[in-house]
């Protein structure tokens, strides 16, 4: 019998927590991060990028990561300029093969609006955090962070696309 009510009593805090502390709901968010396209959260600069964020992190990483670990929750690169978002985020941290110290983990981050129905909001902002060439940058622009990034390291061929001026 006391079996019996500690599975409803987890069940019952289970259903009570927010979305964003459910494992299956974290990944479903994920997911949609994975497949955004970065067309969505470039904020209407039309840079002719058809890619997933998934797929520009990976072209853009790809010499210099390790790899890649994707989370969700709230939203953590918050600073001056950069508003706190909310709490479904998806955070994309870059493991480098030849880091600086210890914490040089480039970090991304795709901001959502509010679930609905237990699906993830639509993708709507664009954050990044790493140490560049002259420090620690916050950017707001999917194109910062590049800049950021190739401050460091060389980008691969066709990692980096925008339309012809």
């Not at 093969?97 to 699906?119: A, M, T």
Request: aromatic fraction near 10%; charged fraction near 30%.
């Amino acid at each position: 019998m006391a079996h019996r009510r500690l599975a409803l009593v987890v069940l019952f805090l289970l259903a009570a927590a927010p979305l964003g502390a459910q494992p299956a709901f974290k990944a479903r968010l994920i997911a949609a991060a994975k497949a955004t396209p970065v067309r969505a959260i470039d904020y209407d600069d039309d840079r002719c990028d058809d890619r997933t964020v998934s797929r520009w992190l990976a072209d853009l990483t790809a010499r210099d990561a390790r790899a890649v670990s994707w989370t969700a929750g709230r939203c953590q690169i918050v600073g001056p300029g950069i508003d706190a978002g909310g709490e479904w985020c998806v955070q994309a941290m870059v493991t480098l093969k030849r880091p600086r110290g210890r914490n040089d983990e480039p970090v991304v981050e795709v901001y959502f609006e509010r679930p609905s129905h237990g699906r993830p909001g639509k993708a709507y902002a664009f954050r990044g955090l790493m140490r560049a060439a002259d420090g620690i940058d916050m950017s707001r622009f999917r194109k910062d962070f590049e800049y950021d990034w190739t401050s460091r390291f060389k980008a691969p061929r066709g990692a980096i696309v925008d339309c012809a001026e």
